[in-house]
C-alpha cells in the first residue's frame, strides 16, 4: 500500500507505484491524503494513476496537528479494512509522518522512500526535518536515494541490513516525462518559447520563507524584472495563498513577469528544460534542473540534497533580496560564471531507481535479491 498525499509526493511515488503494478509477484493498493488537493490530481493524471482510496483532508488553513490528526483518523480504518504486507511513503511531509506512525502502530512494515535526507536542522525545513528522522524510527527498509543519505542513517545507528541505495525516483520520473516532449498549452509559453528570450524560471514554497522573507523574494524579482526587461520571469505559483499574498503584489503589471497556475508536470519538466536559470527553494526541482544541465540558485540557507552543490551546479543563496538580485545577475552577465555552473550532472539518479526500490521489497518479503546500489560516481558527466 503506497500512501501520498502532495505534488512532489506523487511525482516521486508514481515510478514505483508503475513498477509494483507492473510485477507480477506484488500487488499494489494507493491512498492519496488529498494534502495538496488539485496539484496533486493533476499529478495522479499525468502518470495514468486512479488512487484506490481518497482520505480527502485537505482544508484550508488547517494547522499541522489537525492535518496529522485527519491523517491518523482516515487511514486506519483503511489499514484495517485492507491489511497490507508494507506500507510504502516518499519523503518528509505530515501525511508520511502520520501515516508511518499509523502503520507502525498497526505493526505493518514501513518502507520509507527518499529516506536519509538529513540537513541537520530540525527546524529547517520545517517540519520536514523532523518528519523524515520520526519516520526513519519506525521503518522497516529504508531506501535511500544516494551514499550521503546511507551514510546519514548510518550514522544515526540505523541497520545497514536495511538500507539500500535505490538513486532518487524524480529521476526516473523527469527522464520519462521530457522524453513525451508535452507541449505548453498556455499560449504565452509558447510565444516566450518561440521567441528564444532568456527565461528566470522561479519557484517558491516553504514554509520557513513565509512572510517577510517571500515579500524580499518578490521585490528582489521585480528588481531583476526591470533590469533585464527583455528577459521573461516565469513564476508557476504555488496553491498556497500565503504564497501569493506576499509574492504577486510585488510583481503586478510587469510585463515580463509572468505569473501562472501550478503547471502540470509534463509542462513544468519542459519550461525546466527551456530555462537559462532557476531560483527554487523547492527540494524536487534542486534535484531535477541540475539533470537537465541548468545552474540552480536555492532560496535556502541549508539543504537536506548536497550532492549538487558538491557537483557546483546548485548554490544555496538564501532569501535576502540584495543577494538574489546579486546571484542571478551575475549568472546573467557573466559567462564564465554561468557556464561553470550549466553542466548536467545526475547525483541524484540514472532513472533506474524504481526498478531497485521493488527488487528491495521483494527483498524485504524473503522473495529475490536485490540490485547493486545506485552508484552516482558511475554517471557521465557531460
Ligand atoms: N512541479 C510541477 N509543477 C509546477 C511546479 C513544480 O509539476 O508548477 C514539480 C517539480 O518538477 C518537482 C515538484 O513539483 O518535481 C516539486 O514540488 P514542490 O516544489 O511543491 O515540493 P518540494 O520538492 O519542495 O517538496
New binding site residues.
Given amino acids: 500500500m503506497t500512501v501520498y498525499g502532495?505534488?512532489?509526493e506523487a511525482?516521486?511515488v508514481a515510478p514505483v507505484v508503475k513498477a509494483i503494478g507492473a510485477n507480477g509477484d506484488l500487488s499494489s493498493v494507493t491512498v492519496v491524503t488529498g494534502q495538496?488537493r488539485e496539484?496533486l490530481d493533476?499529478?495522479n493524471e499525468v502518470f495514468g494513476i486512479t488512487p484506490d482510496h481518497d482520505l480527502d483532508v485537505f482544508a484550508h488553513g488547517q494547522t499541522l496537528n489537525v492535518l496529522m490528526a485527519r491523517v491518523f483518523c482516515g487511514l486506519d480504518p483503511v489499514l484495517e479494512d485492507q491489511r497490507p504486507d508494507a506500507l510504502l511513503v516518499q519523503?518528509?511531509?505530515s501525511t508520511v509522518a502520520a501515516a508511518s506512525i499509523a502503520a507502525f502502530y498497526r505493526q505493518i512494515p514501513v518502507v520509507h522512500l527518499e529516506a536519509g535526507l538529513r540537513s541537520g536542522n530540525i527546524l529547517s525545513p520545517f517540519p520536514?526535518e523532523a518528519n523524515r528522522k520520526i519516520t526513519t524510527q519506525v521503518a522497516r527498509l529504508h531506501l535511500a536515494p544516494t551514499a550521503t543519505s546511507k551514510a546519514n542513517l548510518l550514522a544515526e545507528n540505523v541497520d545497514p541490513d536495511t538500507v539500500a541505495v535505490t538513486g532518487n525516483t524524480?529521476i526516473d520520473?523527469?527522464l520519462h516525462t521530457v522524453g513525451e516532449h508535452i507541449p505548453f498549452s498556455d499560449p504565452r509559453l509558447r510565444d516566450i518559447e518561440d521567441s528564444g528570450r532568456r527565461v528566470l524560471l522561479v519557484?517558491t514554497?516553504?514554509r520557513e520563507n513565509w512572510g517577510g522573507a517571500m515579500e524580499g523574494v518578490g521585490r528582489a524579482l521585480r528588481r531583476l524584472a526591470e533590469r533585464y526587461p527583455d528577459t521573461a520571469i516565469i513564476m508557476?505559483a504555488?496553491r498556497n495563498p500565503i504564497v501569493r499574498e506576499a509574492i504577486l503584489p510585488q510583481v503586478e503589471n510587469l510585463d515580463n513577469v509572468l505569473v501562472?497556475e501550478?503547471?502540470?508536470?509534463g509542462?513544468?519538466?519542459r519550461l525546466?528544460s527551456l530555462a537559462t536559470v532557476v531560483l527554487?527553494?523547492?527540494?524536487?526541482?534542486?534535484?531535477?534542473a541540475p539533470s537537465l544541465g541548468k545552474p540552480v540558485l536555492v532560496m535556502r540557507e541549508n539543504t537536506e540534497r548536497p550532492e549538487a552543490v558538491e557537483a557546483g551546479t546548485v548554490r544555496l543563496i538564501g532569501t535576502d533580496e540584495e543577494r538574489i538580485v546579486d546571484q542571478v545577475s551575475t549568472l546573467f552577465d557573466d559567462s564564465s560564471a554561468f557556464e561553470s555552473m550549466a553542466r548536467a550532472v545526475n547525483p541524484y539518479g540514472d532513472g533506474k531507481a524504481a526498478g531497485r526500490c521493488v527488487a528491495a521489497i521483494k527483498q524485504m518479503f524473503g522473495s529475490g535479491e536485490r540490485l547493486p546500489d545506485f552508484d552516482a560516481s558511475q554517471q557521465r558527466w557531460n
Fill in positions: 502532495t505534488r512532489p511525482i516521486k495538496h496539484m493533476q499529478v519523503g518528509d511531509t520536514e524524480v520520473a523527469l519557484t514554497h516553504r508557476p504555488h501562472t501550478p503547471m502540470p508536470y509542462e513544468f519538466t525546466m527554487t527553494d523547492s527540494g524536487g526541482v534542486q534535484e531535477e
